[in-house]
């Protein structure tokens, strides 16, 4: 990929998070001007060594003018999303208040302080149920929970920005991110862990935790779910190649990112065991709220326009450095 090679100034809200940070790091490594805004609810501030760091929240306008106005940015990535889909059930508020009112004010402060180019963190959690084995951008959206509509209706407000005040944006709609920086400076810690693959690491290091797959009968081959499984750094990649694709692309875009393998709950376990080195325990719980079966991805629209490509093809691979990093993680 050809990267950019002009320097650019970058805000990264949620830059101190998962995949926030792992971001920050490639733009910081691409010789990029990186800033950081974030309220620290969920993020960690040992994961800020890339850029420059303004403390705010996206529900407080005047914290985002204050970030916008601080510097002229080429660009702004958005990551602050809440991310949990139980607790958008729970708490339907807290998730329109800070993934849809909270993301029109951050648009608010772009368009006062002229930035018109923006990348946002979408989901596959969009499309609900699938009808289709590899889910293309055309597959209907019908989100099943309040999480995956906050980031349908983000979606369709960059529409209207793009309709009425050129506003151009790129929406990735991630998959199954996993992994860590292949160094494991940086890795995946949530507060509460509810993702499989640090379920299943977290399981094996310390044995008390008990692993719990949800569901066994599900209509896939073997009962579990299955799901595209992408390591953050192809991720971060094609946020890289969305910068050039909005320098000369005009409108709002949806990507698929994924890698288009699907692996069940049971195939995740068994390639976390060949990579530990010993089988993991675990027992069965009933199925969660709003899981769906299967979710995996056709990215080809990815390749083709962003000429992306992910480099992490294999699950053992993905795991390896996931494991790297919980086994001694720095936060
Ligand atoms: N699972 C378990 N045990 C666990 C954790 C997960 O069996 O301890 C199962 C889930 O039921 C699911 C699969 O493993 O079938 C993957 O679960 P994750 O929580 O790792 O990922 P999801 O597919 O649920 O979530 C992903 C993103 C979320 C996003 C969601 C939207 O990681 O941030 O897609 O659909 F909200």
């Known amino acids: 990929m050809d990267n950019n090679k002009k320097k650019l100034s970058l805000l990264v809200c949620g830059g101190a998070g998962y995949i926030g940070s792992h971001m920050s790091r490639m733009l910081s490594d691409h010789g990029h001007e990186v800033t950081v805004f974030d309220n ?7 994961a800020l060594k890339w850029g420059d760091f303004i403390q705010g929240d996206l529900r407080n306008p005047d914290d985002l003018e204050k970030a916008l106005s601080s510097k002229k940015f080429d660009a702004v990535f958005h990551f602050s999303g809440l991310i949990v889909v139980s607790d958008s059930v729970k ?24 930035v018109d180019k923006f990348v946002f963190s979408s989901s596959a959690a969009v499309y609900g149920d699938p009808i289709m084995d ?21 979606e369709e407000i960059l529409e209207d920005y ?22 494991a400076l940086i890795g995946e810690a949530h507060r509460p862990e509810t993702h499989l693959i640090p379920n299943i690491l977290l399981s094996s290091i ?14 896939t081959p073997d009962g579990t779910c ?41 195939d ?14 675990y027992e ?15 990215s080809s629209k990815a390749h083709k326009l962003l000429n992306w490509k992910p480099r992490y093809g294999d699950l053992r691979e993905i795991i390896e450095t996931a494991y790297r990093w919980h086994k001694n993680p720095a936060f």
Request: hydrophobic residues 35%; contains cysteine.
């Open 40 to 46: 620290l609810s969920t993020g960690y501030s040992k």
């Open 91 to 114: 708490h339907p508020f807290q998730y329109y208040d800070n993934n849809v009112t909270g993301t029109l004010n951050l648009l608010q402060a772009m368009r006062n302080n002229g």
């Open 134 to 154: 590899l889910i293309t951008e055309n597959h209907p959206l019908a989100p099943l929970n309040p999480y995956g509509r906050t980031k349908l209706y983000t």
């Open 162 to 183: 793009a309709t009425a005040y050129d506003f151009n944006s790129v929406s990735f709609r991630y998959f199954n991110a996993a992994g860590a920086h292949p160094d």
């Open 206 to 219: 310390d044995q008390g935790r008990k692993l719990k797959i949800y569901g066994d009968d599900y209509p």
């Open 226 to 266: 299955v799901r595209d499984y992408i390591h953050i750094q192809d991720l971060c990649e094609a946020h890289l190649a969305a910068i050039e694709f909005l320098e000369t692309s005009q409108g709002a875009h949806s990507f698929n990112l994924g890698n288009g393998n699907g692996f069940s709950v049971l």
């Open 268 to 281: 995740v376990i068994k390639a976390a065991g060949d990579v530990i080195g010993r089988k993991i325990p």
């Open 284 to 298: 069965f719980e009933p199925k969660r709220d709003g899981d769906s079966p299967r979710l995996v991805a056709d």
